[in-house]
T-cell receptor, first 113, second 112 residues
Framework: ETGVTQSPTHLIKTRGQQVTLRCSSQ?????VSWYQQALGQGPQFIFQ???????GRGNFPPRFSGLQFPNYSSELNVNALELDDSALYLC????????????FGPGTRLTVT | TQLLEQSPQFLSIQEGENLTVYCNSS?????LQWYRQEPGEGPVLLVT?????EVKKLKRLTFQFGDARKDSSLHITAAQPGDTGLYLC????????????FGAGTQVVVTP
């Protein structure tokens, strides 16, 4: 069974730039959720994708957007990067019958300078 | 603002001692998960509890979900250095099953 994978591992961007983070879900899972974890805090829900559509969104501005592909992989896009966007971005996958039981990838560490 | 409050924030104990981590909220959750996270890695799911009053045991770890489904605890017996990590509780509410709300975590350090 293949777990959740994310790329890249680390990324450094400049304020104002745009970034795309990628995630492949665990085999058998068709739901993907994205979380932002700032240093010293618990993860904060950004949004979830199911059947290639956004299925719930947290308190994040529209410059955070996403996609899900037919193979259930997903992308997180962030436009107009701000310094406060520096965080660990986590992707989690789950099955539709147990959407609360989410399995996380290793994360992408984004640093905005 | 975290909907789930975890206590303590930090816990340092000697190998062989017991410890308990608490997760409290004023809101009701339909399910509650406990995760452990190592530095620079994603959280690893330890357990899911869904029934009020439920108790689950995984080797030396005991998880309890409160009767009112507003709180939970994690108890580790005879802690080992490998138990070191950030313990996170996360809850899902009925109207938003896929949105996990996390506590800020409890950092546990077990020294030999």
């Amino acid at each position: 069974e293949t777990g959740v994978t994310q790329s890249p591992t680390h990324l450094i961007k400049t304020r104002g730039q745009q970034v795309t983070l990628r995630c492949s879900s665990q085999s058998g899972h068709n739901t993907v959720s994205w979380y932002q974890q700032a240093l010293g805090q618990g993860p904060q829900f950004i949004f979830q994708y199911y059947r290639e559509e956004e299925n719930g969104r947290g308190n994040f501005p529209p410059r955070f957007s996403g996609l899900q592909f037919p193979n259930y992989s997903s992308e997180l896009n962030v436009n107009a990067l701000e310094l406060d966007d520096s965080a660990l971005y986590l992707c989690a996958s789950s099955s539709p019958d147990r959407p609360y039981e989410q399995y996380f990838g290793p994360g992408t560490r984004l640093t905005v300078t | 603002t975290q909907l789930l409050e975890q206590s303590p924030q930090f816990l340092s104990i000697q190998e062989g001692e017991n410890l308990t981590v608490y997760c409290n909220s004023s809101s009701v959750f339909s399910s509650l998960q406990w995760y452990r996270q190592e530095p620079g890695e994603g959280p690893v799911l330890l357990v899911t509890v869904v029934t009020g009053g439920e108790v689950k045991k995984l080797k030396r770890l005991t998880f309890q979900f409160g009767d009112a489904r507003k709180d939970s605890s994690l108890h580790i017996t005879a802690a080992q250095p490998g138990d070191t990590g950030l313990y996170l509780c996360a809850g899902a509410q009925t109207d938003s099953w896929g949105k996990l709300q996390f506590g800020a975590g409890t950092q546990v350090v077990v020294t030999p």
